[in-house]
T-cell receptor
Framework: ETGVTQSPTHLIKTRGQQVTLRCSSQ?????VSWYQQALGQGPQFIFQ???????GRGNFPPRFSGLQFPNYSSELNVNALELDDSALYLC???????????????FGPGTRLTVT | AQSVTQLGSHVSVSEGALVLLRCNYS??????LFWYVQYPNQGLQLLLK??????LVKGINGFEAEFKKSETSFHLTKPSAHMSDAAEYFC??????????????FGKGITLSVRP
């Protein structure tokens, strides 16, 4: 069974640039969530995708956007990067069956984004 | 709305001593509760979860936690600390209702240090 993978591992960008982070779900999982973890803080929920549609969003501006593909992999896009976007970005996958909510999330190793 | 409070940002114990990491939650709906561990430069690993079955939950690596609804608590314990337990520990809550997304709300985390 393949776990959750994320790419790249590390990334350095300049303020104002755009970035795309990628996530491959654990085999058999159909739901992907993205979290931002600033240094010394707990992860904060950005959004969740289920069947290629956004299924809940946290308190993040529209310049944070995402996609989920038919194979359940996912992308997180951040436009107009700001210094405060520097963080560890975590992807988590889970399985959701119609009428029964999946509750256990499995996390990838994260992508460390540094904005200078 | 949901929230998690983890009292104290740092706990230090001697090897072989009891580990107690506190977590209190607030939730307007029945909760799922989780403890995750994060080692340096890694993602989150699930230690254990409460899903409305037994209130005393056993997890990996000898950890356990007890759900106390009257105290809105879900404290993590381990009878005897090992050097390899040194890490960051996060308590998290999600909503236990059909149809809701499974987003996790995390506490700020507790750093556990283990002295030889």
């Amino acid at each position: 069974e393949t776990g959750v993978t994320q790419s790249p591992t590390h990334l350095i960008k300049t303020r104002g640039q755009q970035v795309t982070l990628r996530c491959s779900s654990q085999s058999g999982h159909n739901t992907v969530s993205w979290y931002q973890q600033a240094l010394g803080q707990g992860p904060q929920f950005i959004f969740q995708y289920y069947r290629e549609e956004e299924n809940g969003r946290g308190n993040f501006p529209p310049r944070f956007s995402g996609l989920q593909f038919p194979n359940y992999s996912s992308e997180l896009n951040v436009n107009a990067l700001e210094l405060d976007d520097s963080a560890l970005y975590l992807c988590a996958s889970s399985f959701r069956l119609a009428g029964v909510r999946g509750y256990e999330q499995y996390f990838g190793p994260g992508t460390r984004l540094t904005v200078t | 709305a949901q929230s998690v409070t983890q009292l104290g940002s740092h706990v230090s114990v001697s090897e072989g001593a009891l580990v107690l990491l506190r977590c209190n939650y607030s939730s307007s709906v029945p909760p799922y509760l989780f403890w995750y561990v994060q080692y340096p430069n890694q993602g989150l690993q699930l230690l254990l979860k409460y899903t409305s079955a037994a209130t005393l939950v056993k997890g990996i690596n000898g950890f356990e936690a007890e759900f106390k609804k009257s105290e809105t608590s879900f404290h993590l314990t381990k009878p005897s600390a090992h050097m390899s337990d040194a890490a960051e520990y996060f308590c998290a809550v999600s909503a236990r209702i059909t149809g809701a997304n499974s987003k996790l709300t995390f506490g700020k985390g507790i750093t556990l240090s283990v002295r030889p």
